[in-house]
């Protein structure tokens, strides 16, 4: 039997944290955090953890019953891991108890000779032919092509500008986009 909802698969640093944004110019919505995540720990090689700088971080508190309000269920697509539940869901809103699944991507995290971004081949394994949308600062027109070979179901690569963060627009888009998987199906039924 199929799952009802689609994926959205979320990545943090952009569509979450648009930390690309000027430095001085908070985007407005967004609270500012300094954090100091494992994941962001690890990646100081031989620096003692209490000299590492935190992370500064944008999230904006609304984000979370945004995301809930989507018909889609939620699962992370980040180098945060399971430092996403720890350290950002609750931050923006999402319940605090209730992690969202992890696609893992641990020592696989490297380059792709074919020009895919390194998520990219782990995201089509993990949807395993469900449907997805995909919010991420890093994707591109080779993903969509990677995706469109490798993946049999119905996906959407949706970029998200990183000095913006998602906005009403990406909201509304992938509302959108899910009621049109919805009427797809809806057609195919009748038809069957
Ligand atoms: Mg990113």
Not at 30 to 35: A, D, G, I, K, S
Not at 64 to 78: E, R
Not at 148 to 153: I, R, S
Request: charged share 25%; proline share 8%; aromatic share 10%.
């Amino acid at each position: 039997m199929r799952d009802a909802k689609p994926l959205l698969l979320l990545d943090v640093d952009g569509p979450l944290n648009p930390f690309a944004a000027k430095p001085h110019r908070r985007p407005e919505g967004y609270e500012t955090h300094r954090l100091k995540p494992d994941c962001w720990v690890a990646q100081h090689v031989g620096v003692p953890e209490h000299l590492v700088k935190p992370l500064r971080v944008w999230l904006n508190p609304s984000h979370g019953a945004a995301l809930q309000k989507l018909p889609f269920d939620l699962v992370w697509a980040t180098t945060w891991e399971h430092d996403a539940n720890e350290w950002i869901g609750w931050r923006i809103g999402l319940p605090r108890k209730e992690n969202l699944p992890v696609i893992e991507f641990g020592s696989q995290f490297v380059t792709r000779s074919d020009g895919t971004y390194v998520k990219t081949w782990r995201v089509v394994e993990y949807a395993a032919g469900r449907p997805f949308a995909w919010v991420d600062d890093q994707i591109g027109d080779v993903d969509r092509a990677y995706v469109a070979k490798h993946h049999h179901g119905p996906a959407l690569l949706h970029h998200v500008d990183p000095a913006r963060g998602l906005t009403d627009d990406d909201f509304a888009l992938l509302t959108d986009w899910a009621a049109g998987l919805t009427s797809k199906e809806n057609t195919d039924a009748h038809r069957s």
